[in-house]
């Protein structure tokens, strides 16, 4: 079965650093997607950036980008120059498409909150 | 326009009441799912609905019933409410392509 880690529950950036959130999962299969997704406190789930597995180079996003290491079954963000507005959860998803039918996976989430 | 919306988006009820969350989606995707987001805000999955076939989360209780009147539309009905229903409830819609586009939530309160 699959598995999607955030082994960071909570962190903490200053304005203007660049932070790094890290996610791994767990798959036997070698075509899917990864996502993260931000949930502001609006609570409104937005898509960050997604890497397709079959891609090797490495999806950015203006200030987010990420690294993406299929042995290790890492994909880690990075958010450059951390603004005000980037507090937020942070989750990470896995999904596969089998037989027409997708399966998505959300990490647990990491608590990214950003000081002035 | 709003791609997938969900009415309403706050909802205050009491045990045992019953009551319905819609969601729609002007996307024209074929799948949807319902999410719950407990205050721990860990996303679970609850049901997916792709291609008019439901597929069920097991550990979702069978108060939980979607219901689909047409492609654009996945709503949730929920019977007799209970105190640990509270949550968020998100609706979404996915592409062939993949990634979710998410309704923007209904809060509910079972007092």
């Known amino acids: 079965a699959q598995t999607v880690t955030q082994s960071q529950p909570e962190m903490s950036v200053q304005e203007a650093e660049t932070v790094t959130l890290s996610c791994t999962y767990d798959?036997?299969?070698?075509?899917?997607?990864l996502f993260w997704y931000k949930q502001p406190p609006s609570r409104q789930m937005i898509l960050v950036i997604r890497?397709?597995?079959?891609?090797?180079q490495n999806a950015t996003e203006n200030r987010f980008s990420v690294n993406f290491q299929k042995a290790a079954k890492s994909f880690s963000l990075k958010i450059s120059d951390s603004q005000l507005g980037d507090t937020a959860m942070y989750f990470c998803?896995?999904?596969?498409?089998?037989?027409?039918?997708?399966?998505?996976?959300f990490g647990t989430g990491t608590r990214l909150k950003v000081l002035a | 326009d709003t791609a997938v919306s969900q009415t309403p988006k706050y909802l205050v009820t009491q045990m045992g009441n019953d009551k319905s969350i819609k969601c729609e989606q002007n996307l024209g995707h074929d799948t949807m799912y319902w999410y719950k987001q407990d205050s721990k805000k860990f996303l679970k999955i609850m049901f997916s609905?792709?291609?008019?076939?439901?597929?069920i989360n097991e550990t979702v209780p069978n108060r939980f019933s979607p219901k689909s009147p047409d492609k654009a539309h996945l709503n949730l009905h929920i019977n007799s409410l209970e105190l640990g229903d509270s949550a968020v409830y998100f609706c979404a819609s996915i592409p062939p392509s993949g990634p979710q586009y998410f309704g923007p939530g209904t809060r509910l309160l079972v007092l």
């Open positions: 998803a896995f999904m596969k498409l089998t037989s027409g039918t997708y399966k998505y996976i």
């Open positions: 798959t036997s299969e070698s075509n899917y997607y």
């Open positions: 890497q397709e597995a079959y891609k090797q």
């Open positions: 609905y792709n291609n008019k076939e439901l597929i």
